[in-house]
């Protein structure tokens, strides 16, 4: 079955960067998009970016522009997600979910909690 | 952008009983592009349904969803235990998308 299986968790300083990686099994990687999406503690779920991964395009969330990187490495079909200059607000749990051109997301990862802490 | 906002908050029910949960958005969304997601605590959501009224695979008949421009809603015909969990509706007009602030079913 369509899988994602994420990084485990990470514990940051302010201003550091952390990379999580998504790597996906069941389906065809070259053909899918990879999403990013976060969830903070009882706020709602933020799309951060995605990426094309036959093509390596990407798009990203404005307020995270200047800060984020996301990129696949289609011989291990894994994505990755990089996020530097880490502030405190950016503890959540960050999700990876595949789209195959049809918008809905489906399947998710199971996550990964990045705590940003001194 | 287009927000999303659900109601209610939190809806108290019991076993057997029907749900009825509202995703309303701030403009149309075109050509219905609205899906409903289930989260329970410690797991990632997990798509119900998807062009507001079509269930994903392996989702039982009494997850039904509907609406049409500005308005949708789930609705859980007999609440079984566990479908007790935080819902969420996410529209995907553009790719970058938005999702609702949650309701959850208690």
């Known amino acids: 079955q369509k899988q994602l299986i994420q990084s485990g968790p990470e514990v940051k300083k302010p201003g550091t960067s952390v990379k999580v990686s998504c790597k996906a099994s069941?389906?065809?990687?070259?053909?899918?998009?990879i999403h990013w999406v976060r969830q903070a503690r009882g706020q709602r779920l933020e799309w951060i970016g995605w990426?094309?991964?036959?093509?390596?395009?990407?798009k990203y969330a404005q307020k995270f522009q200047d800060r984020i990187t996301i990129t696949r490495d289609m011989s291990t079909s894994t994505a990755y997600l990089d996020l530097s200059s880490l502030r405190y607000e950016d503890t959540a749990v960050y999700y990876c979910?595949?789209?195959?051109?049809?918008?809905?997301?489906?399947?998710w990862g199971q996550g990964s909690l990045v705590t940003v802490s001194s | 952008e287009i927000v999303l906002t659900q109601s209610p908050g939190t809806l108290s029910l019991s076993p057997g009983e029907r749900a009825t949960l509202s995703c309303r958005a701030s403009?149309?969304?075109?050509?219905?592009?609205l899906a409903w997601y289930q989260q329970k605590p410690g797991q990632a959501p997990r798509l119900l349904i998807f062009?507001?009224?079509n269930r994903a695979t392996d989702i039982p008949d009494r997850f039904i969803g509907s609406g049409s421009g500005t308005d949708f809603t789930l609705f859980i015909s007999r609440l079984e235990p566990e479908d007790f969990a935080v819902y969420f509706c996410?529209?995907?007009?553009?790719?970058?998308?938005?999702f609702g602030q949650g309701t959850k079913l208690e």
């Open positions: 979910v595949a789209d195959f051109w049809s918008g809905w997301f489906d399947p």
């Open positions: 069941g389906f065809t990687f070259t053909t899918s998009g």
């Open positions: 990426i094309v991964v036959g093509t390596g395009s990407t």
């Open positions: 403009q149309s969304v075109s050509s219905n592009y």
């Open positions: 062009g507001a009224s």
């Open positions: 996410h529209q995907y007009v553009t790719s970058s998308g938005t």
